[in-house]
């Protein structure tokens, strides 16, 4: 099993930085989190399902405040060890330990995929919610993800969905998209599916990576996080996006100021 030189097993539930193997995860992740930096800038953010910490941290950097959540208490004892900008905090995501109305951006990126009560998960977001508060979701598109299959690819995801099936969910949990997009594949990577039988992704799946052959490891470890850009669905058709990425706000909320944050 791949691991982070601080002990951090790494299972395929998360990614993580500085492990070759997992660069492409890790760059395709890091994309988002870039995109993300614009609606977290002086704002409360509160990261709800934080993993390894690596997002929480890009966030904390402009940020007013930033707290990371998650399940795993492996992982949250990592983040805290590595990265001191956020504070990091043990919590079931679908019962968060904040006060409702204290948070300026819920940031939840590849998380909606893994929890088993996706309305329960969203509403907890939606009440944390200070007014004129966002919540952004980033999650695999089924689509591409997991085409043609019943079931997730990947076993550690309950269930994925199309940008309709999401765009559904959120308003069944009392949350209007203000933008609908998608992250997309830019030329290089175009390139190196091309060079490796039709799809990067494929190739990295169809054994391990100490399996893997050297022009496959290199590629991999070549890919950059600008490699993959996000592309408003009003322009780019959302259902060829890698992953979906959504920002949402409280339908109909007052508009009405918050104090606090976690207690």
């Not at 395929?12 to 070759?20: H, I, K, L, M, S």
């Not at 707290?67 to 990265?83: I, K």
């Not at 990126?109 to 007014?131: I, T």
């Not at 765009?167 to 998608?182: I, N």
Request: proline share 6%; aromatic share 6%; charged share 20%.
């Amino acid at each position: 099993m791949l691991g982070l030189p601080a002990g951090l097993p790494l299972t395929g539930e998360r990614t993580a930085p500085d492990v070759p193997a997992e660069n492409y995860w890790f760059r395709r992740h890091q994309a988002a989190y870039a995109w993300a930096v614009q609606h977290a800038r002086g704002r409360r953010v509160l990261e709800v399902g934080c993993g390894e910490g690596y997002g929480a941290d890009t966030l904390a950097a402009v940020a007013t405040r930033v707290v990371g959540v998650d399940y795993d208490a492996l992982a949250v004892a990592h983040a805290a060890r590595r990265y001191s900008r956020p504070r990091f905090v043990r919590a079931n995501l679908a019962a968060l330990p904040v006060r409702t109305g204290s948070v300026e951006l819920v940031a939840t990126l590849q998380v909606v995929e893994h929890v088993w009560h996706h309305g329960q998960f969203l509403r907890e977001c939606r009440r944390v919610l200070a007014a004129g508060g966002l919540v952004l979701v980033t999650t695999p598109n089924r689509l591409t993800f997991s085409p043609g299959r019943e079931t997730p690819l990947n076993p550690f995801h309950t269930v994925e969905f199309s940008a309709a099936e999401l765009l559904d969910l959120l308003a069944r949990c009392g949350l209007e998209a203000s933008f609908v997009g998608g992250l997309h594949a830019g030329p290089r990577i175009a390139e190196l599916d091309a060079a490796h039988g039709g799809s990067l992704v494929d190739a990295q799946l169809a054994a391990p990576p100490d399996e893997w052959p050297a022009a496959l490891a290199a590629a991999v470890a070549a890919v950059r996080s600008e490699d993959f850009a996000v592309l408003d669905a009003a322009a780019h058709d959302v259902d060829l996006a890698l992953d979906l990425v959504m920002l949402a706000a409280p339908a109909g909320a007052p508009d009405r100021r918050a104090a606090g944050f976690v207690g």
